[in-house]
Every structure is written in structure tokens, then in C-alpha cells.
């Protein structure tokens, strides 16, 4: 279910923005990359060790004029915007992609894949969590599986996972940050011995930057 209604966000055209801000992307298959990052508030998945907590509550984050965040990602240089969330799927995004779309900027998406997705993506990385699966035509369409690895038991949950997206989609295993030390090794061991496999850091946290 939708957090909000079409008729409070006028079909789009305002989001609950929790903050957006010009940086680098520092996971998965774009790390590295500059990006202007969109944060929008609002999340029904609930990860206990997530550590943006602070965006799930939709009601925190009173609805921005789409067009003024559009117009203050093209402040910046960065060709590449990311929305993410919370949950970005819970809301209708064919307006904010539509507008970046027009400026040529390429649009990346992160989610759960909890919620039927809105809008143009120029790649989608799916982030499946255990409590609340993705739904099943988010599989075909990810461009990047990017699995967190908190236990031993995760990476069977990644495997299942892999087995569902298309072969052109680039798999990543994750550990989760504060069980990093205890993980990385296991990860880094199983990955190769099953090489389809990459490993994801969250490299904005070694470089202490957004």
C-alpha cells in the first residue's frame, strides 16, 4: 500500500523529500561515480539495522515541489542522479524522471523492489530484504542485485535471489557495516569460489562522506 495518495503528492508533482545533496555514490556497480542523490521519506520494509531509520516515517517529510528539486540537481555538474529512501517505490515517480529525463541526465534507482516501480530508470540496482520480498516483476527488470550480508544465512538468500534476475544483471554481496569485520571474510571467500559474484563496500563510510 502507498504511504501517500496520488491526490496529496498531485500525481507526482510533490515527493516527501528527506534531503537531497551532490556527492559520491559509494556502492555498488557505479562506486565512485558523482551523483546527485534524491532521499525521499517513507519506508514499510523496516531493516533493523538500517542506517536511515530516521527517513521511515512518511508524516516527517511534508511534500517538495518536484520541479524545485529537479531545478537544484541542475545547480550541480553531476549527469548522474540516484533516488532512493527510504522506500522510493511507494510513490509515483513518472514526473520527477520525466523532468530529469529532459535534461539528459542518466536516473538510477536503489530499492527494495517491496512495490510495483513507477517511472524511467537508466539502471535499477534491487536491494531485496528477507522481511518484505520484492515483488515479482521487479526481477526481470534490475540491472544490479545488491544483496546486504549481515549472516552466514544471507548469502543463501542472496543465491535465491540471483536465480530470479536476468543473466545480464551484475550480482553483489554486501556486508552489512556494523558486522563488516566479522563478514568480509566470509564473503570475500565465497565469492571466490563463485565468481558471478562482486563484492559491494560501502565506501562513502571509509570516506566519511554522505
Known sequence: MKLKSDDILE???????????????GEGFHTGKPAYFIRLGGCDVGCRW???KQTWNPKMFPP???DKIVERALSYPAQAIVITG???????????????AEHGLEIFLETSGAHELSGHFDWICLSPKKQQPPVD?????????KVIVQTIDDIAW?????????????LFMQPEWSVYDKMIGHIVEYVKSHP????SL?????????
Open 158 to 170: 542472496a543465491e535465491s535471489n540471483a536465480a530470479r534476475v536476468s543473466g545480464k544483471c551484475i
Open 86 to 100: 527510504g522506500e522510493p517505490s511507494l510513490y509515483p515517480l513518472d514526473y520527477l524522471t520525466s523532468r530529469l
Open 50 to 52: 538500517c542506517d536511515a
Open 11 to 25: 500525481g507526482g508533482r510533490l515527493l516527501p523529500l528527506v534531503e537531497d545533496f551532490y556527492t559520491i555514490q
Open 64 to 66: 517538495v515541489e518536484v
Open 137 to 145: 516483476s521487479i526481477f526481470g527488470r534490475a540491472d544490479e542485485l
Open 202 to 210: 560501502q565506501t562513502h563510510k571509509f570516506m566519511h562522506i554522505p
Open 196 to 199: 558471478r559474484w562482486n563484492i
